[in-house]
């Protein structure tokens, strides 16, 4: 991130260009952590979290520290609190794709 706005500059165009790269390969990594067998998909927490992950290395490469933080709060206690409900609901639920 840091070697990108030095070498694209700090103008809008080039901030736009890094960040589009940035959006672009942590959704690719975060597509290919989501397994779908039959009509039950796993690993859509850990794409989000990938996701969360990007964009809070993005605030921090631009010095948005405050930023930074707060994602990661905020991302740490919305992971938190629905595993729970992941639980109930998995096994509330039948894995009709295991075999």
Do not use: H
């Amino acid at each position: 991130m840091l070697v990108a706005i030095r070498v694209l500059g700090e103008t809008s165009i080039g901030q736009a260009r890094i960040i589009e790269g940035l959006l672009t390969g942590v959704g690719f990594i975060g597509g290919g952590a989501i397994l779908k067998r039959g009509d039950y998909a796993s690993g859509t927490a850990t794409a989000a979290s990938l996701w969360a992950t990007g964009a809070l290395g993005g605030a921090v490469g631009y010095g948005l520290y405050d930023i930074a933080v707060i994602l990661s709060v905020v991302t740490f206690a919305t992971l938190r609190s629905l595993a729970p409900l992941k639980s109930m609901i998995q096994s509330s639920t039948p894995n009709k794709g295991s075999r």
